[in-house]
């Protein structure tokens, strides 16, 4: 029996799903105790150099925004709408630019969207398709069943070129980023936006990616059939819509469709 049986729409997460991000191709910088692979050298020389403001100081106003913003973005209380509400990469830079001492309204503006640009263009240029996820996908479309792109992505403008550095344009008939609905996976209006166009409802869905509640949880509970991609075989983390099926890579679902 195929995983595609009663399947009208597949969805398919981006990050560690379709595409993985060659951090080793990233420059390196201190980052507290540790040595990290970042965009952040790139950034810096392209934007905050003619500033005058040096790279620790770029790299610190950074670790202390992800700090807080880690605090909203992971909350434990509130209705779905707070919990995963989704906060652009621009806002995100509009807010650590104030502790860098930018404040012009103008050119924040200007500054956080040419960094939130850099940053993404960075990641694209070291992204590439996991093994057989076009493969995947072709075969998908073959059986007459849609694909959609399902990503939380807080920099949606980034989305056309990732997916043509991966080779995946022509293969995917919607795209749907969280940046750009305003929400993250799990909030169930991710999954309905991506079978809106297609007048499909859960029951005869698809959703395969690598996060156990972001996809499995949020999309199973819904209804969706789910595929858990688990490399590290972690157990299964909550008490309610297991996946309906686990596979260490991608690649493994070609024997399923
Ligand atoms: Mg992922």
């Known amino acids: 029996m195929s995983l595609l049986d009663g399947v009208d729409v597949a969805c398919f997460d981006l990050f560690d799903t379709l595409i993985r991000i060659d951090t080793s191709q990233l420059p390196s910088v201190r980052?507290?105790?540790?040595?990290?692979?970042?965009?952040l050298p790139i950034v810096h020389e392209r934007i905050f150099a003619e500033r005058n403001i040096p790279l620790d100081r770029l790299v610190n106003a950074v670790r202390s925004m992800w700090a807080t913003m880690r605090?909203?973005?992971?909350r434990e209380e509130g209705d779905d709408d707070e919990r995963w509400a989704e906060v652009s990469a621009v806002e995100k830079y509009r807010r650590m630019l104030?502790?860098?001492?930018?404040?012009?309204?103008?050119?924040?503006?200007?500054?956080?969207?040419?960094?939130?640009?850099?940053?993404?263009?960075?990641?694209?240029?070291?992204?590439h398709a996991v093994e057989g996820a076009a493969e995947l996908l072709e075969r998908v479309r073959e059986q007459g069943v849609r694909t959609v792109l399902v990503s939380n992505w807080d920099h949606a403008p980034a989305g056309p070129a990732m997916l043509a550095q991966a080779g995946l344009t022509d293969l995917l008939d919607h795209v749907v980023i969280s940046d750009a609905v305003g929400v993250r996976k799990p909030h169930p209006r991710i999954f309905e936006a991506a079978l809106a166009p297609f007048d499909a409802t859960p029951d005869r869905a698809l959703h395969v990616g690598d996060l156990a509640v972001s996809?499995?949880?949020?999309?199973?509970?819904?209804?969706?059939k789910t595929v858990w991609i688990?490399?590290?075989a972690k157990p299964w983390s909550e008490d309610a819509h297991p996946p309906t099926l686990t596979v260490e890579r991608l690649a493994d679902l070609l024997d399923h469709v």
């Open 31 to 39: 980052w507290g105790s540790e040595e990290i692979r970042t965009t």
């Open 71 to 74: 605090l909203e973005l992971n």
């Open 98 to 127: 104030a502790d860098l001492g930018v404040r012009d309204p103008d050119e924040v503006e200007t500054v956080a969207t040419a960094v939130a640009d850099t940053h993404h263009a960075t990641l694209v240029s070291a992204a």
């Open 215 to 224: 996809d499995a949880w949020g999309a199973g509970r819904l209804g969706f």
């Open 230 to 232: 688990n490399p590290k």
